[in-house]
């Protein structure tokens, strides 16, 4: 006997679920979902799980389908989508980053000294061996994250950033942003 205290516990997809549930029926295996009170071991509760699991994958659908609809719509407006704001700015909260002026000065000087040498090496070492770090940012899941060396792949995704245009750029479309 399997036990779960919600159906979403074991898995959110159809496809997912209907193979545990195959699984179990070839070994023996009867489950039980506490929540959504039914049982497997009988006929109504087989086509209750089927039907559970029919809705929650709609659900999940529907919120995925909410959230790039939303993240789209919040680039188009030249909002900021979130994640761990780059070096040089400051998130505020609402799609809204503002310049942190302490770490603009470093990014104009990466800017200025890949225009001199047009090498990302050389950007690379000259940041290192100036002992300069990643930006270093909290997050609510991963805790304390950044503050290691710079890698040249880092450098290049900064120097390709549209952010520092004054650009939002959402799945390869590019939005006027609402920053400086």
Known sequence: LVVVTRLARLSR??????EVHRLFEENGVTFTSL????????ALGRAMLKLVLVFAELEREQTAERTRTALRARAERGLWNGGHPPLGYDSEGSGHIKVNEAEAELVRAIFAKYEESRSTNTVFRWLNDNGHRQKTCTSRRRGAQGGRP???GG????????LYLGEIDHKGEIFEGQHP
């Open 13 to 18: 997809s159809l496809l997912d679920v209907y």
């Open 35 to 42: 929540n959504e009170s039914f049982d497997t071991s009988q």
């Open 150 to 152: 710079y890698t040249v």
């Open 155 to 162: 450098i290049q995704h900064l120097l390709q950033n549209r």
